[in-house]
């Protein structure tokens, strides 16, 4: 769909964080479609900031898979891509193997009792077969394992990576087989209960291994791009 004209909400972030963060979620979300030819000004008048900004977002979503730049021509969002995909489920899935055992003896009750609130979201959300939701929790579970682990180079990497198989799963999950395909969501759901578990008893290994099922055994074979 074309670039939305209504303007987007901008706090008192860095601009070009905040440009990053609007353009990412929109392609993420489908709001910006496959093959969308993405033009700095409506950008700019859309986002509500200047050129630099902008640009400074387009390099990053080009790192993360996102779009393509052609110098001096076009930047466009580029459709789902299967060998990019794969390539990026190991990656992000170690990620959050090294989180969880970074995370394991740093997490408190406060923590822990946040990410069970995020699970219980996690699991409401699968019941009502809202995806969205869904999403937005396992992100809010996650992040607190990712905040845990105190490691920036780690968040780096995942920020490069996991846009990409967001994307996947969102276009993968509004297609019409999505029903029957959203059994996989419920088996994160007994994941992250373990994940729980484990960094309750700061047990890293437990924790790193379940963290690995979960990034690797639903995301890998059963991740595809929808055309």
Do not use: C
């Amino acid at each position: 769909m074309p670039v939305p004209t209504q303007r987007a909400i901008v706090g008192r972030v860095l601009l070009r964080d905040r440009a990053y963060e609007v353009l990412r979620d929109a392609i993420v979300d489908g709001t910006l479609a496959p093959g969308e030819q993405l033009r700095e000004g409506e950008l700019q008048g859309w986002i509500g900031v200047s050129r630099t900004p902008i640009r400074e977002a387009m390099m990053r979503l080009e790192r993360a898979g996102l779009v393509h730049t052609r110098p001096g021509h076009s930047t466009t969002v580029v459709p789902l891509d299967d060998a990019r995909i794969k390539d990026a489920v190991p990656v992000v899935a170690a990620m959050h193997a090294l989180a969880a055992r970074l995370a394991a003896p740093r997490a408190t009750s406060t923590h822990l009792d946040t990410m069970r609130e995020a699970n219980r979201a996690f699991g409401a959300a699968l019941q009502e077969q809202d995806i969205d939701a869904a999403l937005a929790a396992d992100d809010q579970l996650h992040g607190v394992v990712v905040t845990l682990a105190d490691n920036q180079a780690l968040v780096d990497t995942l920020e490069q990576h996991s846009p990409l198989l967001r994307r996947a799963e969102r276009a993968r999950f509004s297609q019409p087989q999505a029903e029957s395909e959203a059994g996989l969501l419920n088996v994160s759901f007994n994941l992250h209960e373990r994940l729980i578990v484990a960094l309750q008893a700061g047990d890293a290994d437990a924790a790193a291994e379940t963290a690995l099922e979960t990034w690797t055994g639903l995301r890998s074979d059963n991740v595809r791009t929808i055309h």
